[in-house]
């Protein structure tokens, strides 16, 4: 091991050491040594969610955090390359931020189930059927999407989102679950229309003391937790602290102890006393959470992991910046459109 890689493999060490085997930690230094003689070449820098593998994580990005931290850290950039560690809908929102950036995604599909769960086609429907109505789009959606909106949100400011555009009624999409705990939050009525052969169902589409319009999509990862779950956990570790993600059911929000996006739950538990902690997540949050901890017990339920998270890894992260790819574009009538929604959004603060 040279001496950068060993300087690499120091500090990966002091804050893995208890999360991951020291020869991973050794082979991925010297990886991490070569990402960064990349990054340097390239004049890039390195995003990484929240949830990427905790050597990934712990290593090569220059900045780290939820979708909403990363989308600003996107737009202040002045680097001239952009990797994102993370699924194609957050490289996507760094491109419409940046359209004169290389942007690179380091695996090829690294979807969502909540992006691919409407189309734009869908949001031009919808806005058929309720004219004049805003539309928030949650970020988890493609450029094209973005485009038919008004704003977009993240689930840490989907709230604030909803109520920056003091309207009787939204368009919320396309989290059947987020909409659910926001519309609690904020006290509105929430529908959700749903399609048949000739559209929309009239009964249902009636305004009457509806104030928010939902979609269907739902996350693949946190539909899965159950207020069973909790129940379980809570009768074998009295003492444990939940934690979920508000793309979680409405039930199992209410059945947690706290729950707000990636970055508020990291905060939380730095903040918190608990000796037992358990976080209703994608599991790779949970060894980061827990390596930043080390004096906290976090609760491992990983039967549910994201698959599109799950493939960016630090070999892909190093090819990425060596082969160019995979080149995030999008055509510029429509990143114009998406810009406006995305922007509105980081303007709110
Ligand atoms: P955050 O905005 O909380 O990071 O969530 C992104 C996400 O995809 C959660 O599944
Ligand atoms: Fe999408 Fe769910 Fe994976 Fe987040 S955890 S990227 S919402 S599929």
């Given at each position: 091991m040279n001496s950068e890689a060993q300087k690499l493999y120091e500090e990966m060490k002091l804050h893995l050491a208890n999360v991951v085997p020291d020869f991973e930690l050794a082979y991925k230094a010297e990886i991490a040594v070569e990402i960064n003689e990349l990054k340097k070449k390239r004049n890039a820098v390195i995003l990484g969610h929240n949830y990427m593998e905790p050597v990934l994580f712990y290593s090569v990005p220059d900045f780290k955090g939820d979708s909403l931290d990363l989308s600003r850290k996107a737009a202040q950039t002045d680097k001239d390359v952009v990797v994102f560690c993370g699924v194609r809908f957050m490289a996507e929102t760094a491109k419409i931020l940046n359209p004169n950036k290389t942007v690179l995604l380091p695996a090829t599909k690294a979807g969502c189930s909540l992006a691919a769960s409407i189309t734009a086609e869908d949001v031009r429907n919808l806005k058929k059927k309720f004219p004049g109505v805003p539309v928030v789009t949650y970020v988890n959606t493609y450029a094209d999407v973005k485009a038919e909106s008004d704003i977009c949100c993240t689930s840490s400011n989907a709230v604030a989102v909803v109520e920056s555009l003091n309207t009787d009624t939204v368009i919320f999409l396309p989290d059947q679950y987020l909409a659910s705990n926001v519309a609690k939050e904020s006290g509105k009525h929430i529908i959700f229309p749903s399609l048949t052969p000739s559209g929309f169902s009239q009964a249902e589409t009636s305004?009457?003391?509806?104030q928010m319009i939902g979609w269907h999509g739902r996350c693949e990862v946190h539909e899965k937790f159950t207020v069973k779950d909790i129940d379980t956990v809570r009768a074998q570790f009295p003492d444990v602290v939940i934690l979920s993600h508000p793309e979680c059911s409405p039930d199992v929000v209410n059945a947690s102890d706290f729950s707000g996006s990636t970055n508020a739950m990291i905060q939380y538990v730095r903040e918190s006393k608990a000796p037992h902690y358990l976080l209703l997540t994608e599991c790779s949050m949970g060894d980061n959470v827990a390596a930043a901890n080390p004096e906290k017990d976090m609760l491992r339920?990983?039967?549910?992991?994201?698959p599109h998270m799950n493939t960016i890894t630090m070999e892909d992260t190093r090819d990425a910046l060596k082969y160019n790819r995979y080149v995030i574009d999008i055509p510029e009538e429509i990143r114009i459109k998406a810009f406006q929604a995305v922007d509105r959004m980081i303007k709110i603060g």
């Open positions: 305004l009457l003391d509806v339920l990983c039967m549910v992991r994201c």
